[in-house]
């Protein structure tokens, strides 16, 4: 089965864009600024539960029933929250809507303005209080000021009706489902150093009758109300609360708990899927489980993780995944199973998305929304790391993988933007879908190139070097301060006890440049050959014989007695790929205007202090 998916980092460039977030259906599977969506092979969908390539071995999760429900999210009230919403969706009514409510303290301030990355097309506040109006902002569609005193609270009351399509709200006549950008304002006078409480009361209309279930990225209930009170984190306020999902209605919700990890699955009651909400839920948590504990993440956490499904949009034959804040949604075809070969390959790349752009640390620095620059490591490693992992746990063949990382592949050898410099691509792939496939690519065939030589060099690989970078949840978050490194910084020096300057250099050189890859007949390591045999310029990888099986391809997994590496250096230690990166036409050092990140970005992001890098 096919799949494509979207980052959870687009939202913030969306708003520059002033387009909408979601298709017909909840915005899963639309355009992004970093809407790189991935499609897997044709080939891996018709061996999708066929193929008969060897098997990687693979290690079951424990997985907990279908247990306790999550206590109720703590109740607030309106003297502990700074900032509140209330949304009341109400679906009896043509057209159907939202009506929302806001209050917040003003803090001094006469004016304050609201940003709302997904527009505010479809927003009526007529029958609000007339002296504080939604007033438009030239040239920004995404922003309203509104007038107020200084002192006192400040109410606004308005109704939404999301459109036809497009819209970031899904409201049908027993459910609806939405991400917080759509529907829930943020006023960019926030100080995110010293965040207010935060809260979401979620309520149907007085008098409608039937079972009500909410869930959210914030928590589970049942009820014809829910006051929702999101954890305060380092992540900022907007990101907490417009890049959460919101679910209610007639929905089936269940809870687990793996590893440490509260697990939330909601469906709608009338999605006519084959699979059932309890085979969802242990499918999700057992999903769940095998990332944290490959990743020695399973300390205990109040947060809850949701899983969302909702039906696919009409025409949509492939399901597909989105990572969101504290969430994962899945627009599902009908015919999709659970647990499946298909559910895998979408729920995978999603799930490590969830944590890869903070976990190692910021994706760019405080009030400089740049993170595009990059996305070859927030998507790219990602992908590194879901295609191994699904490879891994039995969930994809060596001729899954193979087929894969070739449509990759032949992605950027096709491509005629394949040497554009990453300036270019970070200016310019929000609107151009041919760019926005590049990054990633080259990112993941960095990854391979490092881990590669790794191996090569006698080391574990670059999934320990990964490991030995992931910071604490407590301390993730998206945007950091500048005496902090980002994410990069800290992964090009943690290799450089093991590869000295050259992981610098290929950034510079593959990344920043956007010099090609070596996609030699051995790019893709132990356990895949590439032959150019009536070929034109690139090779055609597919598995050895019995990969599985093979010590040195178990090892390249972090599987079986090589694990760990060798311990001693290869004779093939030094591929061109990075033993020549220092060196450009001519045999000279590639120019670039990086610096050097000191030893200090290796540590944990509140601790260090490194050298600003332009490398991206």
Not at 413 to 420: E, G, I, K, W
Not at 438 to 448: F, I, K, N, T, Y
Not at 578 to 584: C, E, I, Q, Y
Request: aromatic share 6%; hydrophobic share 40%; with cysteine.
């Amino acid at each position: 089965m096919r799949f494509r998916r979207i980052s959870s980092a687009f939202t913030r460039l969306l708003a520059l864009l002033a387009v909408p977030l979601l298709g017909a259906s909840l915005a899963l599977g639309s355009p992004s600024a970093q809407a790189t969506k991935q499609k897997a092979t044709k080939t891996t969908a018709a061996k999708a539960g066929k193929s008969k390539g060897s098997k990687t071995p693979k290690t079951l999760p424990r997985i907990h029933p279908v247990g306790p429900k999550l206590p109720p999210p703590p109740a607030a009230t309106g003297g502990e929250c700074a900032l509140q919403w209330q949304i009341t969706p109400v679906l009896d009514a043509q057209p159907r809507r939202l009506d929302i409510a806001f209050s917040f303290n003003p803090d001094g301030r006469s004016q304050t303005t609201l940003s709302l990355p997904g527009g505010w097309a479809g927003v009526d506040d007529s029958q609000g209080n007339a002296e504080l109006r939604l007033n438009p902002v030239a040239d920004n569609p995404a922003l309203r000021t509104v007038n107020h005193g200084p002192n006192d609270r400040v109410h606004l009351r308005w109704s939404l009706t999301p459109p036809a399509a497009g819209s970031a709200v899904q409201l049908t006549t027993n459910w609806f489902a939405l991400v917080g950008l759509g529907a829930l304002p943020v006023p960019i006078e926030l100080d995110d150093n010293a965040p207010p409480a935060t809260c979401i009361r979620l309520a149907m209309p007085e008098g409608r009758t039937g079972t009500t279930r909410w869930a959210s990225s914030h928590g589970a209930a049942e009820g014809p109300s829910v006051v929702l009170k999101p954890v305060t984190t380092l992540a900022p306020v907007r990101q907490r609360i417009q890049q959460a999902l919101y679910a209610g209605g007639a929905i089936e919700v269940q809870t687990t708990e793996t590893e440490g990890q509260p697990v939330i699955t909601a469906t709608p009651g009338d999605s006519g899927w084959s699979f059932t909400p309890e085979a969802l839920a242990k499918a999700s948590s057992q999903a769940v489980g095998v990332q944290r504990r490959y990743w020695g993440d399973t300390a205990a956490t109040r947060t809850p993780l949701l899983v969302l499904a909702l039906p696919a949009v009409p025409g949509q034959l492939q399901p597909l995944g989105t990572a969101w804040h504290q969430a994962v949604a899945i627009q599902a075809p009908s015919d999709m199973t659970v647990p499946g070969k298909g559910f895998d390959a979408v729920i995978t790349p999603a799930l490590v998305r969830t944590w890869i752009p903070d976990r190692i640390g910021p994706a760019h620095f405080v009030g400089r929304d740049d993170s595009a620059l990059r996305a070859w490591f927030h998507e790219g490693f990602a992908d590194y790391l879901a295609h191994r992992s699904l490879l891994r746990e039995g969930s994809w063949t060596p001729d899954d993988y193979a087929a894969e990382l070739q449509r990759g592949l032949d992605t950027y050898l096709q491509s005629p933007d394949r040497r554009a410099d990453n300036l270019r691509l970070s200016a310019n792939w929000p609107r151009n879908p041919d760019l926005a496939a590049l990054p990633p690519v080259r990112g993941e065939w960095l990854a391979l190139t490092w881990h590669n030589q790794l191996r090569a060099n006698g080391h574990a690989g670059l999934d320990v070097v990964l490991k030995r970078l992931l910071v604490p949840a407590a301390q993730a978050r998206h945007d950091g301060p500048l005496s902090a490194p980002l994410a990069t910084h800290r992964l090009v020096a943690g290799l450089r006890q093991e590869m000295g300057d050259a992981a610098l250099r290929d950034v510079m050189r593959y990344i920043d440049q956007g010099d090609p890859f070596n996609t030699g007949t051995t790019a893709l390591g132990p356990c895949f050959e590439g032959s150019t045999e009536g070929v034109q310029s690139r090779p055609v990888f597919k598995p050895v014989a019995q990969a599985g099986q093979q010590a040195a391809c178990q090892g390249w997994l972090g599987l079986g007695p090589l694990a760990q590496g060798t311990g001693q250096r290869s004779s093939a230690a030094a591929p061109a790929s990075a033993a020549s990166a220092a060196k450009g036409k001519g045999g000279k050092a590639s120019k670039s205007t990086a610096r050097k990140p000191t030893k200090a970005a290796s540590k944990a992001p509140a601790k260090a202090k490194a050298s600003p890098s332009k490398a991206q």
